[in-house]
Each structure stands twice: as structure tokens, then as C-alpha cells.
């Protein structure tokens, strides 16, 4: 397969403009109210070996809880390579830590590593949590023949969405050309692993005497869920089917509580996956680039 272009050669848009506090104090009655725009431009490099550490970061806080149940060294190993499929986004040059990363594995064509095995069997399970997820059951089930392609991406907090578009276009090209060398990734459909949450009622608030803002129905879910990634709700649009579930390592009501998203209330993370039929990932990442404009 022929080696993609310098990162610098694409087209990795510059980020969204941040806004910060001016720091100047020349005026004391205007620095508070003062901002200056800092323009941070990101760049999309190939997975390399010295992003070791940096992807096994954020395939941990990928997976949460669930990311002991997983041999991610391993896994990171995997992704690594295959150094021409998938992308990391970087800030200071080649040689930091990604930021960002995306790619695909081909879980028939790596079902007998052990790793594979690890993450096609805990897919498996979730599986068996709904029946809405029966055609997902069936691809992944060891008899089965059909190309998955299971995407993993993730980004550090705070890192904007409209890095993600760009991603999978890189990803896009790398696929087409994989497929011009006779490689295998013709895939039926692609899984996204993601993760959800939704907010619990604090246990440390039900210790106290004042009068409860909000309540839940459920502790354990039943609630609205919330997309760490607001992309996910777009792709989700597309899928064939989708599905949020508990960790299988779920903490306890203290865990929540330590992840306030408000002050009465604590979020429960879970996983979540979405199933897309190959020939609409590209239209749902069109629909995700379209979304992210206008919202700015």
C-alpha cells in the first residue's frame, strides 16, 4: 500500500479559535472582560511507534472501567501496526503525544489474536442484552464470515469535534487505496465502540435534609442518555442498529459522585456501539461535518 502524504500535505483544517482571558493588566478596568483568540492548528500524522504510550492513554479512557478486562498493550500494539490505516492528531510536532486517533481492525481477519478475542467476546455480550442487537450477534459470532471493520477512536477532554470529520476522510482514502493492493478491508459494516452517560441522583444528596432540585426514576439508567461525543449522536442516525450498555466493572454509587455534571447530580458512564452498513459511513460522516458547521 502506498505511504500517505506528509500530514502537512493534506488538508488538516486549522481548530476551532479558542477564547481566553486576556492576560495584559495594563488596564485594570477592562482585563477581566478582554479576550484574545488563540489559534491552534492540529496535525494528522500516521500511527507511529512513539505514540505508544499516548494511544494506550486514550484507548484506556475509551473503555473506562471495562479497559482492564482488555490486553491494550497488546491492542495498541495491533493499531501500530498497521501504520497506514488510521490517524493520530497532534498539536506540537510528530514526536508528542496524540491528542487524538482513529482506525479500524478487521475483526475476521485478526479474530485468532488474543486481544481480538478479548474485545469480540465482550462485544458478543452486550449482545445478548437486547434483542435489537440480533444482526450484530450474527456478524460477530465465530462462524460467521463477514467483514466488521470495529473503529476506535477517542480524543483527550476538550479536544473539538471537527477533528473527528477529517479522520475518517484520511481513513476513507487509506481503505481505498488498502483495496487497490488487494488488502483486506472490504468490510460489510463498520462498529463504532463509544461511550454514553446519564445522570444519577447523588447518594451524598439523599444523606441530606434539604429538598431534593431533580429526580430520578432509576439509579441504574432509565434516564435521558448524554453523548460524550457529540458526533455519536449523528452516526447513531445511520446505524443499523445501537445500543448503550453498563460496564461490566461498574462502580459504585461513590464513583458517581465523584463525576458531577451538575451539583445535584452524578453521571454513571457506559459503553455504547453503533452498527453502520459500509456504504453509509461516508454519508453519516458528511452528515457529522454538516452538523458541526452549523453549530458554530
Request: proline share 6%.
Given at each position: ?23 495584559d493588566t495594563d488596564d ?14 492540529f496535525e494528522w500524522f ?198 448503550s450498555f453498563d460496564y ?49
Open positions: 500500500m502506498a505511504k500517505r502524504k506528509e500530514s502537512d500535505q493534506h488538508s488538516p483544517s486549522k481548530a476551532k479559535p479558542k477564547r481566553a482571558k486576556d492576560t485594570d478596568t477592562s482585563s477581566d472582560e478582554d479576550t484574545n483568540t488563540l489559534n491552534v492548528e500516521d500511527p507511529q511507534p512513539q505514540d505508544f504510550h499516548g494511544l494506550k492513554t486514550l484507548l484506556r479512557q475509551l473503555f473506562d472501567v471495562d479497559a482492564q478486562l482488555f490486553d491494550l498493550s497488546a491492542l495498541t500494539d495491533l493499531i501500530l501496526s498497521q501504520p497506514l490505516l488510521g490517524s493520530t492528531v497532534k498539536v506540537d510536532g510528530n514526536e508528542t503525544d496524540p491528542y487524538a486517533f482513529l482506525t479500524v481492525l478487521n475483526l475476521q481477519e485478526h479474530r485468532d489474536k488474543p486481544v481480538v478475542k478479548q474485545l469480540s467476546n465482550y462485544l458478543m455480550q452486550q449482545c445478548t442484552k437486547s434483542p435489537a442487537l440480533a444482526q450484530l450477534s450474527d456478524l460477530l459470532a465465530p462462524s460467521s464470515e463477514s467483514q466488521v471493520g470495529l473503529i476506535l477512536t477517542e480524543r483527550l477532554i476538550n479536544i473539538p469535534p471537527e477533528v473527528v470529520p477529517p479522520m475518517y476522510n484520511l481513513l476513507f482514502e487509506e481503505i481505498a487505496w488498502a483495496l487497490e493492493d488487494k488488502e483486506p478491508y472490504t468490510f460489510s459494516h463498520y462498529l463504532i465502540v463509544s461511550k454514553t452517560y446519564t445522570e444519577v441522583e447523588s447518594s451524598l444528596d439523599q444523606e441530606d435534609s434539604r429538598p431534593q432540585k431533580r429526580s430520578k426514576k432509576s439509579k441504574k439508567g432509565g434516564g435521558e442518555v448524554f453523548y460524550f461525543h457529540p458526533e455519536d449522536e449523528v452516526l447513531q442516525r445511520y446505524s443499523v442498529c445501537y445500543w461490566t466493572k461498574q462502580g459504585s454509587e461513590a464513583m458517581s459522585d465523584s463525576k458531577r455534571a451538575f451539583q445535584e447530580l452524578g453521571i454513571r458512564p457506559q459503553g455504547h456501539m453503533m452498527l453502520i452498513e459500509s456504504g453509509k459511513l461516508e454519508q453519516a460522516v458528511k452528515a457529522v461535518s454538516d452538523f458541526l458547521s452549523s453549530s458554530t
